[in-house]
C-alpha cells in the first residue's frame, strides 16, 4: 500500500507565503513524477506544478514566478513554496504521486493526498 500525505496548508493575508509539503510512503521503489494541483469551490480541479525524478520543474501560468516546486528524492517528498499568494489561490491543494512500486514494475501507479486547505484574506 501506498499512502500520500500532505501537510503545511492554513490562512495566509494576501501576499503571504505558505509551504506545503507532501510525503508518499510505503511499499515503494522509486516515485518519478510528483504533483501539485488545487481545487477551488465550485471549480474543477487544476494542475499547478509538477516535477520529475530529475528535477524538471513546470508551472501553471498562474502559479508561474510565485510558487516554487522541490522534491526530496531520498523522503520520496515534495514541496511548494508559495510565495504572494493571492485570493484567487484560495483553494484545496493535492498532491499527486507516480510510483513504480518495484524494480521490475513497467509502468507507474498514480496516487493522490487527501487534500490541504489553503485559504488567503484579502
Known amino acids: 500500500q501506498v499512502q500520500v500525505v500532505e501537510s503545511g496548508g492554513g490562512l495566509v493575508q494576501a501576499g503571504g507565503s505558505l509551504r506545503l509539503s507532501c510525503a508518499a510512503s510505503g511499499s515503494i521503489f522509486r516515485v518519478s513524477a510528483m504533483g501539485w494541483y488545487r481545487q477551488a469551490p465550485g471549480n474543477q480541479r487544476e494542475w499547478v506544478a509538477t516535477?520529475?525524478?530529475?528535477?524538471?520543474?513546470n508551472y501553471a501560468d498562474s502559479t508561474k514566478g510565485r510558487f516554487t516546486i522541490s522534491r526530496d528524492n531520498a523522503k520520496n517528498t515534495v514541496y511548494l513554496q508559495m510565495n504572494d499568494l493571492k485570493p484567487e489561490d484560495t483553494a484545496v491543494y493535492y498532491c499527486s504521486a507516480d510510483v513504480l512500486l518495484t524494480l521490475f514494475s513497467t509502468y507507474a501507479n498514480h496516487y493522490w493526498g487527501q487534500g490541504t486547505q489553503v485559504t488567503v484574506s484579502s
Open positions: 516535477i520529475t525524478w530529475g528535477g524538471t520543474t
